[in-house]
């Protein structure tokens, strides 16, 4: 059998917001037991069909490098950390929708990946705002996806969730809610499943069909976030 051509994407965000759970579920469609703290980095295959349906199916392999740590950790800890961030294709941010600090969080950690090159400066904010000269020039497919709604109350979930739409309007990507210890959020011919396989299908041309544009990454649309500022996620 013919090896498969193959892309990379990061998993980032907060230790213990269930990267680890949540790229089990999307690997081995089967709940993660048992998760535990992730050291250094894991990875994990997902087998992809692109453009399923059509003339153009093609089945590749999706790397999901799942990233541990804090994006507060000392300068020598994310120094480390950026030897994964080489020839990444594509990038899954994952909050937990029950902390707040988490979805704060994904701008750090989108800053962190893009930026590799400088030197690390911790919390990148200026009178409130995301300086957003610290990002890279060019372009990578992103998705923001929440953790844990499970644990939110019915009532509460309109308020988390509109809360949290700024987190993919910023990032200029889709969304998607869920709950990692339930296949059925991820269930074929769903939502969230189309979105996913946008997604995927998105990351695979920029990496094979569209030649002209490089593999390390800015956000898909620079003019947008470079010419505005953040919307911020405030939290009192």
């Given amino acids: 059998m013919a090896s498969l051509d193959r892309v990379k994407v990061l998993v980032l965000g907060d230790s213990g917001v269930g990267k680890s759970s949540l790229v089990h579920l999307l690997c081995q469609n089967q709940v993660l037991g048992n998760p535990s703290w ?40 994310k120094s480390t950390r950026t030897v994964f961030y080489n020839s990444v294709n594509g990038i899954i941010l994952v909050h937990d929708l029950t902390n707040k600090k988490s979805s704060q969080n994904l701008y750090r950690w989108s800053l962190e990946v893009l930026n590799r090159d400088s030197m690390p400066t911790g919390v990148l904010v200026m009178n409130g705002d995301y300086d957003q000269e610290k990002f890279a020039d060019n372009q990578i497919p992103l998705l923001v996806i929440g953790t844990k709604l499970d644990q939110i109350h019915e009532t509460k979930r309109h308020e988390v969730l509109t809360r949290t739409a700024f987190l993919a309007e910023d990032f200029n990507a889709e969304e998607i809610n869920l709950d990692c210890t339930n ?44 010419g505005g500022t953040f919307k911020n996620l405030h939290y009192d």
Avoid at 41 to 61: A, I, M
């Fill in 38 to 77: 992730t050291v250094g980095c894991s990875v994990d295959v997902r087998v992809h069909d692109y453009k399923e349906g059509t003339p153009e199916e093609k089945t590749y392999y999706i790397e999901l490098w799942d990233v541990g740590g804090s994006v507060g950790s000392a300068s020598s800890v």
């Fill in 183 to 226: 296949p059925r959020y991820l269930a074929a011919g769903s939502s969230n499943a189309v979105k996913l396989s946008r997604f995927f299908d998105k990351v695979i041309e920029m990496r094979y069909f569209l030649r002209d544009s490089n593999q390390i990454p800015g956000f898909p649309d620079r003019k947008r976030l470079l």
